[in-house]
């Protein structure tokens, strides 16, 4: 589903993805771990297009992401197309980016009849089942004032999944949740897992990788340093700067 090749990006004089290549199948997880500011999140943000890659190329079921090629030169997309193939990967933040001035049910309508241009009824009928499916469908009219964090994240999971995306991308989806409300997203992401939806996940949750992930991937000041089963790289790490990192994370 998805080919990522020599990924770069910079920010000035930082180089934030430096030269990341992989493939994701369909229906496969892979989580991503590292430390804060080795370029995860930045990766992820340029799947879906919120930055504009410097080098290299991405291809999600065949189609290459932010350009068209005329003859042999590549052309950035305009903003209406970048848009539409945006709509290929949904995503999930850090925090909820929830609309504060929307109930639950509205926040999740919002996208597919305003953007999809779908019928208010059916996206309605959707909505409702997505919340039952996160276990929120008591909290329909409730304001995301009113809920949890926990709560908010597993709406915003249910926004993105209302779009129909067929790339599912998490950004450290628990980091800003208190500990004890944690699991109850997890467990919503694991039954995506089981349902057969490609995600990639930037995650601490080590305990969460080993148990959903297909395969794990560490990266260091923007690169790939390893790549493999969650048994080989979080129980028997091939690179020093790998056994470093889950070392601490354990302890």
Request: charged share 25%; hydrophobic share 45%.
């Given at each position: 589903m998805l080919v990522a090749r020599d990924v770069r990006k910079t920010f000035g004089q930082l180089q934030a993805v430096d030269g990341v290549s992989l493939d994701v199948a369909r229906g496969e997880v892979l989580c991503i771990i590292g430390p804060s500011g080795s370029g995860k999140s930045t990766f992820l943000r340029c799947l879906n297009q919120l930055e504009r890659i410097d080098g290299g190329g991405i291809w999600i079921d065949g189609d290459l992401i932010g350009y068209r090629r005329i003859g042999d030169k590549l052309h950035p997309l305009h903003d209406a197309d970048v848009a539409r193939q945006r709509l290929a990967t949904g995503m999930v933040f850090q925090r909820f980016n929830l609309f504060q001035h929307m109930t639950v049910l509205q926040n999740i309508i919002e996208g597919p009849v305003t953007v999809q241009k779908r019928r208010r009824a059916e996206a309605v009928t959707e909505a409702l089942a997505l919340?039952?499916?996160?276990?929120?469908?008591?909290?329909?009219?409730?304001?995301?004032?009113?809920?949890?964090?926990?709560?908010?994240?597993?709406?915003?999971?249910?926004?993105?999944?209302?779009?129909?995306?067929?790339?599912?991308?998490?950004?450290?989806?628990?980091s800003a949740l208190d500990p004890e409300l944690v699991g109850e997203v997890l467990n919503v992401m694991r039954d995506l897992a089981r349902s057969g939806m490609t995600m990639i996940v930037v995650t601490h949750e080590l305990g969460f990788a080993r148990e959903v992930a297909h395969r794990v991937v560490f990266m260091d000041h923007g690169a790939i340093v390893e790549a493999g089963s969650p048994q080989q790289v979080l129980g028997n790490p091939q690179q020093a700067r790998t056994k470093e990192f889950i070392a601490a994370v354990l302890n």
């Open positions: 919340l039952d499916r996160v276990g929120l469908a008591d909290k329909r009219d409730a304001y995301p004032a009113q809920l949890s964090g926990g709560q908010q994240q597993r709406v915003a999971i249910a926004r993105a999944l209302a779009m129909q995306s067929r790339l599912m991308l998490f950004d450290e989806p628990t």
